[in-house]
């Protein structure tokens, strides 16, 4: 049988058949599909008819077809034909070749065994022939019918032996290797797959031998190849017979010898990730096979890939980095120890980029879950802690990325490193670089991502690892506390969710932990529940930290309940998902920080109601005092932790330990800063929730401190420190306190302590400090609280009347001294701020002293500021805050003057209002006009008919305004107007004839002039309809003065209200005719009666023609000629 094979063999490498087997051919079924097609296109290939890759393609298709079988005659001129066009050195195309080719494996189909033998004679005969397409139809035979072709292997590999001696580069070289690895690949796959052996022991060993020679062949003439393309294809032809011979012991020497010249190819090659897939064809096929490899082959191996993947030369793809990574797992699998020591001994490497390649492959291995290197886990663990301190950022964001992998596979392998610790410790590491400001833009870029990274490895933790839960807690709680790890809340909230869902809050206690650990990890005081819950209640309260942290601290809160107090359990699990909707925007009635820290604190003041626990109580109060003490001047936290404190000593009942607390932060306050003193006052109000008095005799006694030695005989250096800028400005945030305190304080506290205690120490502050301006606006801000917190107890009670009259005489000083108005000062302004609360105390102001402080306050809001001091404010940083405060008083100095309608309604408007109306500083038309509206919406309110008094002259006041150049005050002007037609109408019980004034308005707000005067005269006949005529001499006084003083558009306006008066009822005032002659001929003194002459001519050609007695000498002067008057008239 051997024999037999032999001779097949034989016959094939000649190109015939044995004649048993065309004898076997000749007695099968005849094909349906007549064989003279095959003739036929044969005969024109042999013809030269036509397109011969044609004519191939349609003689493929045909043997393609059916069960077609041609005999064994056309077979062979159809071998010898297509042959022809395959081998040809030169003149035949590719298309030519490549429809050749297909022909032949179409022809395959039926006569395998002639296809074969043809190829395989190519292969092996000499001469100039081309062998390219040879081994391209070999190739594409093997894709076909790779079962039929694994019993020709061993000639496959003879007669590949032959091309690889005449080659010796190209394309035929790189098409040769292809075969190689595709049919050593099949024969690899043949071997694995468990099938009975298609060869006997002696092809076998044929098979290895053939192949021994062709690797020999294929080192000896291609090692020294150029091409890039080349070398690859001879890298993975190489790796494939390796991987093949290394299944035969007696060939596995002769891979060793030469697997050193495979690494020299491999790291040859440019394209990384081809040639490292080579590699893996050799080590897979290594892996597979008990062999031990040589270690210094090994190490050779090991070295090229790794030097591969740390090169920083190259810029590799992550298809390259997976590639080479997974070619070191393949070395791993097969030496672990050798891979896990080799690695380990980069870690100390100087370079960079090897350290970091290493730790990523450590990281890899430990993400393999391979069982060897669950045993090497832990000695590598501790070989990577070595490298903790190195200062290097790609080597921390390395050690970072391998703890993340060691925790994914197993934690159970960090006992002997606190590899938590560390992702805590680069966080803070990175927080604090930034926090230096000495990187550059760069460095701070990747500080920040290591930050980040920090965060994503502790979140993404998978608590099902084995190991993990240990590992975390209570561990994790010991990083809440300290600041510098604030930015990890989020990650250990999720962290300390998931544990507690799965219920395993309660396995360990912080006292299990390493003693030394604690002590390390966290320095001062001991992880009490109230340590834990003031930390907690900061980061919640913080405005600048954040809704997600936030949402983190109040999670955590949840979850740790049970450690930081029994009783609170239902009470947080109702209320914190309530705060959470607000953090996530879902609650619209908190938009803003105030109103959040408001809740906030809310539910604190309730958590420690629920509590109960004075003790627990007392001891959140000293936690939150040392925080206090240990924040930063200015902080938001500060701020929230002045509240915070406040809150809790208002639940605390023991008053010695609340007096004892109060005092240390009042002394150690700084209330030169603004937040401080801020920080204080909202300290003492929260504080006096519930402990109004003890809070109030602790300010008396400090007070008391603040101003002792004052007038007695007391040290150089006490008398330093109470005259120090920083004791005037806490007298000045004492003051203010005490007018918190009152806002606060029930009616029963109020009534029983305003007088004596909170108005006593105001005023005894006030005495001892320096009266600058920022205790003379705390002095000032405290009376209007104060009065206004009296005020809201009732009308039945009344303030002390001496104290009352020496309060009014301190802001009647205040006003007098600002009366000037330069500079600007917000003092007035806030004083009639006061004023107006303190005058609605009963009993109420005299009339004398009412309209005395009306007047300086009109003088210190109405008049000033100047307009080129307003122009200068405007230009000013605090120029929005003052202007809001200016009409925040002119409101307040309105309601003022409405307090004083009650008693005295005489010369209000003439004294306060008459000389700002007629002011040049269109300012303060503006400002005196808005007092107006609002003494007339008052009088119109009340009923007050007092106005009507003064109908004539508030008419002919606020006419000319109807066109003043702000646009602001026309639309005031007729507000006024309409005010004053309603009250007459309702104090006459008469019809209001108003028409649409409103819809009028909209006249006044054209850029024409002539529009606006037309409009304005239209409102003038709308007014004039029920003016009563007895007040013509007050209306026509008010019209003279706007002549006199006023010009442009006002003056025109004048006219033309006094012309249309005239018109209307000229016939009617016979008895005001003299003092009208009287009051026109005045104006005639004016030096600018050129601007209103014509209205004054007209005024007499109408005066003249409606009253027959009347002429116009008795106007003008003798000097004016009738002419001048009636072309003035005209």
Same mark, same amino acid.
């Given at each position: 049988?051997?024999?037999?094979?032999?001779?097949?063999?034989?016959?094939?490498?000649?190109?015939?058949?044995?004649? *048993?087997?065309?004898?076997?051919?000749?007695?099968?079924?005849?094909?349906?599909?007549?064989?003279?097609?095959?003739?036929?296109?044969?005969?024109?290939?042999?013809?030269?008819?036509?397109?011969?890759?044609?004519?191939?393609?349609?003689?493929?298709?045909?043997?393609?077809?059916?069960?077609?079988?041609?005999?064994?005659?056309?077979?062979?001129?159809?071998?010898?034909?297509?042959?022809?066009?395959?081998?040809?050195?030169?003149?035949?195309?590719?298309?030519?070749?490549?429809?050749?080719?297909?022909?032949?494996?179409?022809?395959?189909?039926?006569?395998?065994?002639?296809?074969?033998?043809?190829?395989?004679?190519?292969?092996?005969?000499?001469?100039?022939?081309?062998?390219?397409?040879?081994?391209?139809?070999?190739?594409?035979?093997?894709?076909?019918?790779?079962?039929?072709?694994?019993?020709?292997?061993?000639?496959?590999?003879?007669?590949?032996?032959?091309?690889?001696?005449?080659?010796?580069?190209?394309?035929?070289?790189?098409?040769?290797?292809?075969?190689?690895?595709?049919?050593?690949?099949?024969?690899?796959?043949?071997?694995?797959?468990?099938?009975?052996?298609?060869?006997?022991?002696?092809?076998?060993?044929?098979?290895?031998?053939?192949?021994?020679?062709?690797?020999?062949?294929?080192?000896?003439?291609?090692?020294?190849?150029?091409?890039?393309?080349?070398?690859?294809?001879?890298?993975?032809?190489?790796?494939?017979?390796?991987?093949?011979?290394?299944?035969?012991?007696?060939?596995?020497?002769?891979?060793?010898?030469?697997?050193?010249?495979?690494?020299?190819?491999?790291?040859?090659?440019?394209?990384?990730?081809?040639?490292?897939?080579?590699?893996?064809?050799?080590?897979?096929?290594?892996?597979?096979?008990?062999?031990?490899? %040589?270690?210094?082959?090994?190490?050779?191996?090991?070295?090229?890939?790794?030097?591969?993947?740390?090169?920083?030369?190259?810029?590799?793809?992550?298809?390259? *980095?997976?590639?080479?990574?997974?070619?070191?797992?393949?070395?791993?699998?097969?030496?672990?120890?050798?891979?896990?020591?080799?690695?380990?001994?980069?870690?100390?490497?100087?370079?960079?980029?090897?350290?970091?390649?290493?730790?990523?492959?450590?990281?890899?291995?430990?993400?393999?879950?391979?069982?060897?290197?669950?045993?090497?886990?832990?000695?590598?663990?501790?070989? &990577?802690?070595?490298?903790?301190?190195?200062?290097?950022?790609? &080597?921390?964001?390395?050690?970072?990325?391998?703890?993340?992998?060691?925790?994914?596979?197993?934690?159970?392998?960090?006992?002997?490193?606190?590899?938590?610790?560390?992702?805590?410790?680069?966080?803070?590491?990175?927080?604090?670089? *930034?926090?230096?400001?000495?990187?550059?833009?760069?460095?701070?870029?990747?500080?920040?991502?290591?930050?980040?990274?920090?965060?994503?490895?502790?979140?993404?933790?998978?608590?099902?690892? !084995?190991?993990?839960?240990?590992?975390?807690?209570?561990?994790?709680?010991?990083?809440?506390?300290?600041?510098?790890?604030?930015?990890?809340?989020?990650?250990?909230?999720?962290?300390?969710?998931?544990?507690?869902?799965?219920?395993?809050?309660?396995?360990?206690?912080?006292?299990? @932990?390493?003693?030394?650990?604690?002590?390390?990890?966290?320095?001062?005081?001991? /992880?009490?529940?109230?340590?834990?819950?003031?930390?907690?209640?900061?980061?919640?309260?913080?405005?600048?930290?954040?809704?997600?942290?936030?949402?983190?601290?109040?999670?955590?809160?949840? $979850? /740790?309940?049970?450690?930081?107090?029994?009783?609170?359990?239902?009470?947080?699990?109702?209320?914190?998902?309530?705060?959470?909707?607000?953090?996530?925007?879902?609650?619209?009635?908190?938009?803003?920080?105030?109103?959040?820290?408001?809740?906030?604190?809310?539910?604190?003041?309730?958590?420690?109601?629920?509590?109960?626990?004075?003790?627990?109580? !007392?001891?959140?109060? +000293?936690?939150?005092?040392?925080?206090?003490?240990?924040?930063?001047?200015?902080?938001?936290?500060?701020?929230?932790?002045?509240?915070?404190?406040?809150?809790?000593?208002?639940?605390?009942?023991?008053?010695?330990?609340?007096?004892?607390?109060?005092?240390?932060?009042?002394?150690?306050?700084?209330?030169?800063?603004?937040?401080?003193?801020?920080?204080?006052?909202?300290?003492?109000?929260?504080?006096?929730?519930?402990?109004?008095?003890?809070?109030?005799?602790?300010?008396?006694?400090?007070?008391?401190?603040?101003?002792?030695?004052?007038?007695?005989?007391?040290?150089?250096?006490?008398?330093?420190?109470?005259?120090?800028?920083?004791?005037?400005?806490?007298?000045?945030?004492?003051?203010?306190?005490?007018?918190?305190?009152?806002?606060?304080?029930?009616?029963?506290?109020?009534?029983?302590?305003?007088?004596?205690?909170?108005?006593?120490?105001?005023?005894?502050?006030?005495? +001892?400090?320096?009266?600058?301006?920022?205790?003379?606006?705390?002095?000032?801000?405290?009376?209007?609280?104060?009065?206004?917190?009296?005020?809201?107890?009732?009308?039945?009670?009344?303030?002390?009347?001496?104290?009352?009259?020496?309060?009014?005489?301190?802001?009647? =000083?205040?006003?007098?001294?600002?009366?000037?108005?330069?500079?600007?000062?917000?003092?007035?302004?806030?004083?009639?701020?006061?004023?107006?609360?303190?005058?609605?105390?009963?009993?109420? @102001?005299?009339?004398?002293?009412?309209?005395?402080?009306?007047?300086?306050?009109?003088? $210190?809001?109405?008049?000033?500021?100047?307009?080129?001091?307003?122009?200068?404010?405007?230009?000013?940083?605090?120029?929005?805050?003052?202007?809001?405060?200016?009409?925040?008083?002119?409101?307040?100095?309105?309601?003022?003057?409405?307090?004083?309608?009650?008693?005295?309604?005489?010369?209000?408007?003439? $004294?306060?209002?008459?000389?700002?109306?007629?002011?040049?500083?269109?300012?303060?038309?503006?400002?005196?006009?808005?007092? +107006?509206?609002?003494?007339?919406?008052?009088?119109?309110?009340?009923?007050?008919?007092?106005?009507?008094?003064?109908?004539?002259?508030?008419?002919?006041?606020?006419? %000319?305004?109807?066109?003043?150049?702000?646009?602001?005050?026309?639309?005031?002007?007729?507000?006024?107007?309409?005010?004053?037609?309603?009250?007459?109408?309702?104090?006459?019980?008469?019809?209001?004839?108003?028409?649409?004034?409103?819809?009028?308005?909209?006249?006044?707000? =054209?850029?024409?002039? &002539? +529009?606006?005067?037309?409009?304005?005269?239209?409102?003038?006949?709308?007014?004039?309809?029920?003016?009563?005529?007895?007040?013509?001499?007050?209306?026509?006084?008010?019209?003279?003065?706007?002549?006199?003083?006023?010009?442009?558009?006002?003056?025109?306006?004048?006219?033309?209200?006094?012309?249309?008066?005239?018109?209307?009822?000229?016939?009617?005032?016979?008895?005001?005719?003299?003092?009208?002659?009287?009051?026109? !001929?005045?104006?005639?003194?004016?030096?600018?009666?050129?601007?209103?002459?014509?209205?004054?001519?007209?005024?007499?050609?109408?005066?003249?023609?409606?009253?027959?007695?009347?002429?116009?000498?008795?106007?003008?002067?003798?000097?004016?000629?009738?002419?001048?008057?009636?072309?003035?008239?005209?």
């Amino acid at each position: 049988m051997e024999r037999l094979r032999a001779l097949r063999g034989l016959f094939a490498c000649v190109g015939c058949v044995p004649r *048993r087997t065309r004898h076997r051919a000749r007695g099968r079924v005849a094909s349906p599909v007549p064989p003279c097609a095959v003739t036929l296109l044969l005969q024109r290939l042999q013809d030269q008819e036509g397109d011969r890759a044609q004519a191939y393609c349609e003689l493929e298709h045909v043997l393609w077809e059916g069960d077609s079988r041609p005999p064994c005659g056309v077979v062979n001129r159809l071998l010898a034909e297509v042959s022809q066009d395959l081998t040809a050195a030169q003149g035949v195309p590719d298309s030519v070749r490549t429809a050749a080719s297909n022909v032949l494996v179409a022809l395959a189909r039926t006569h395998f065994t002639l296809v074969m033998a043809e190829l395989q004679g190519h292969l092996k005969a000499v001469g100039e022939m081309s062998k390219e397409f040879v081994l391209v139809t070999l190739s594409k035979l093997f894709s076909s019918y790779a079962p039929q072709c694994i019993s020709f292997v061993w000639l496959m590999l003879a007669g590949l032996r032959s091309v690889v001696g005449w080659v010796r580069g190209g394309r035929t070289l790189r098409i040769a290797c292809a075969v190689v690895k595709q049919w050593l690949e099949g024969v690899k796959v043949h071997l694995g797959s468990g099938k009975q052996c298609p060869w006997p022991a002696t092809e076998i060993e044929q098979i290895y031998k053939n192949l021994s020679q062709l690797f020999c062949s294929v080192l000896r003439n291609w090692q020294d190849c150029q091409e890039e393309e080349d070398k690859q294809a001879v890298l993975e032809a190489e790796a494939t017979m390796m991987a093949v011979l290394l299944q035969e012991e007696l060939h596995r020497e002769h891979v060793w010898e030469q697997l050193l010249w495979l690494v020299h190819l491999y790291q040859k090659v440019q394209d990384t990730c081809r040639g490292t897939k080579s590699l893996s064809i050799f080590l897979e096929a290594l892996e597979g096979v008990q062999s031990v490899i %040589p270690k210094d082959k090994f190490l050779a191996i090991t070295s090229a890939v790794f030097y591969q993947l740390s090169d920083d030369t190259k810029e590799h793809s992550e298809a390259d *980095r997976a590639e080479l990574t997974h070619c070191i797992l393949l070395q791993a699998r097969i030496c672990p120890e050798e891979t896990v020591l080799f690695l380990q001994s980069q870690l100390g490497a100087d370079r960079e980029a090897g350290c970091v390649a290493a730790l990523g492959l450590l990281g890899a291995l430990a993400r393999s879950d391979e069982p060897v290197m669950s045993e090497k886990l832990p000695q590598v663990v501790e070989a &990577v802690q070595c490298l903790c301190s190195d200062p290097r950022t790609q &080597v921390r964001r390395a050690i970072l990325h391998f703890i993340e992998d060691v925790l994914s596979a197993n934690a159970r392998s960090c006992s002997a490193w606190d590899v938590v610790g560390h992702i805590f410790s680069e966080f803070s590491r990175s927080t604090g670089r *930034r926090a230096a400001g000495d990187l550059s833009a760069q460095e701070a870029r990747e500080e920040g991502a290591l930050q980040e990274l920090c965060m994503d490895i502790l979140g993404s933790l998978d608590l099902s690892v !084995r190991g993990m839960t240990k590992l975390l807690w209570p561990r994790l709680l010991l990083y809440v506390v300290p600041a510098q790890y604030t930015g990890m809340l989020i990650p250990v909230s999720r962290c300390v969710q998931a544990l507690a869902e799965r219920g395993d809050l309660m396995v360990r206690e912080v006292e299990e @932990l390493d003693a030394h650990f604690l002590s390390s990890m966290f320095q001062g005081p001991l /992880l009490t529940p109230q340590t834990l819950l003031a930390r907690l209640l900061v980061v919640a309260g913080s405005p600048f930290a954040g809704s997600e942290l936030q949402a983190a601290a109040l999670l955590l809160m949840q $979850n /740790l309940h049970s450690r930081i107090h029994r009783a609170v359990g239902a009470m947080w699990a109702a209320e914190i998902p309530l705060l959470l909707q607000c953090l996530q925007g879902k609650d619209e009635s908190f938009p803003d920080s105030a109103e959040w820290e408001q809740r906030l604190l809310k539910f604190l003041r309730a958590s420690l109601d629920t509590m109960e626990d004075e003790a627990w109580t !007392r001891g959140l109060s +000293c936690e939150l005092s040392r925080w206090l003490s240990s924040s930063p001047s200015g902080s938001g936290e500060k701020s929230f932790l002045y509240k915070a404190l406040g809150t809790v000593l208002g639940a605390c009942k023991e008053v010695l330990h609340v007096q004892e607390k109060l005092l240390q932060h009042l002394e150690e306050a700084n209330a030169e800063e603004p937040s401080e003193a801020q920080g204080m006052i909202s300290f003492l109000s929260h504080a006096a929730e519930s402990n109004f008095h003890t809070v109030l005799d602790t300010l008396t006694m400090f007070a008391s401190r603040l101003c002792k030695g004052q007038k007695g005989r007391i040290s150089r250096r006490k008398k330093m420190e109470l005259d120090s800028r920083r004791a005037h400005a806490t007298r000045s945030a004492l003051i203010l306190a005490h007018g918190s305190l009152a806002l606060r304080a029930s009616k029963e506290q109020l009534l029983a302590r305003l007088e004596g205690d909170i108005v006593g120490n105001i005023l005894l502050l006030y005495s +001892c400090s320096c009266r600058d301006l920022q205790n003379t606006l705390a002095l000032v801000q405290s009376i209007t609280d104060f009065s206004s917190a009296f005020q809201a107890v009732g009308d039945s009670v009344c303030f002390n009347p001496s104290l009352k009259g020496k309060l009014l005489e301190i802001l009647t =000083d205040l006003l007098k001294k600002y009366s000037l108005g330069t500079p600007v000062s917000p003092v007035p302004l806030k004083v009639v701020l006061a004023l107006e609360q303190l005058s609605k105390l009963k009993p109420s @102001l005299g009339t004398k002293d009412m309209c005395d402080m009306l007047s300086l306050c009109c003088k $210190n809001v109405v008049l000033h500021p100047s307009a080129e001091m307003l122009l200068k404010i405007k230009k000013s940083q605090q120029a929005a805050q003052y202007l809001q405060l200016l009409q925040t008083s002119l409101k307040a100095l309105g309601r003022l003057m409405v307090v004083l309608l009650e008693t005295e309604t005489s010369g209000l408007f003439q $004294n306060i209002v008459h000389r700002s109306m007629t002011s040049d500083n269109m300012w303060e038309r503006k400002r005196a006009l808005q007092i +107006c509206s609002q003494l007339l919406a008052a009088c119109e309110e009340h009923g007050r008919g007092d106005a009507c008094k003064h109908f004539g002259s508030l008419v002919g006041l606020l006419a %000319p305004l109807t066109c003043d150049p702000m646009p602001t005050s026309r639309q005031l002007a007729v507000t006024c107007l309409s005010s004053l037609l309603r009250i007459q109408a309702k104090a006459t019980n008469g019809v209001i004839k108003m028409g649409d004034i409103g819809s009028l308005c909209e006249g006044l707000n =054209d850029r024409s002039t &002539v +529009c606006q005067l037309q409009t304005s005269s239209k409102i003038a006949r709308i007014v004039y309809r029920t003016f009563p005529l007895e007040d013509t001499i007050d209306f026509m006084m008010a019209i003279k003065d706007t002549f006199r003083k006023a010009k442009g558009m006002r003056v025109r306006a004048a006219g033309r209200w006094m012309i249309t008066f005239l018109q209307m009822y000229g016939k009617d005032i016979c008895r005001d005719v003299p003092l009208t002659n009287y009051i026109l !001929r005045s104006c005639t003194s004016s030096p600018q009666h050129s601007t209103f002459m014509p209205f004054l001519s007209q005024a007499v050609v109408i005066l003249t023609r409606c009253q027959a007695d009347v002429t116009t000498d008795s106007f003008f002067p003798a000097a004016w000629s009738p002419q001048t008057v009636r072309h003035g008239g005209e």
